[in-house]
């Protein structure tokens, strides 16, 4: 059983910075791909970005870009998430997940992704 662990979450002023990071444990596995959501109060889950170990891409969100990088560790299957310029509207629940087989569907949809974690939580005041 594989088992994604957010960390670095927390509590930061707005035009604040965090990284987090989602480091696998348990079975080895190679994923095709990383990416994080987010989930705000009383919202549904969203894309913030991805990145492709295959093709050597990423993929932000339109509301993060500029502010956020992914990055990652295709050795270890981590990838982190830097986060600068942090507004209010950033806080939820981030969650990383990882793609594990070929999918059709597109890197911002959750159904590319099998593995998930169970997320860290971002708060951002105002």
């Known amino acids: 059983q594989v088992q994604l662990v957010e960390s670095g979450g927390g509590l930061v002023q707005t035009g604040g910075s965090l990284r987090l990071s989602c480091a696998p444990s348990?079975?080895?596995?190679?994923?095709?791909?990383m990416g994080w959501f987010r989930q705000a109060p009383g919202k549904g889950r969203s894309f913030v970005a991805a990145?492709?170990?295959?093709?050597?891409?990423?993929d932000y969100a339109d509301s993060v870009k500029g502010r956020f990088t992914i990055s990652g560790d295709n050795a270890k299957n981590t990838v982190y998430l830097q986060m600068n310029s942090l507004k209010p509207e950033d806080t939820a629940v981030y969650s990383c997940?990882?793609?594990?087989?070929?999918?059709?569907?597109?890197?911002?949809?959750?159904?590319?992704?099998?593995?998930w974690g169970q997320g860290t939580q971002v708060t951002v005041s105002s």
């Open positions: 990145i492709s170990w295959t093709r050597g891409t990423t």
């Open positions: 348990g079975r080895t596995f190679r994923p095709y791909a």
């Open positions: 997940a990882a793609q594990i087989s070929s999918s059709y569907y597109n890197y911002d949809s959750p159904e590319r992704y099998f593995y």
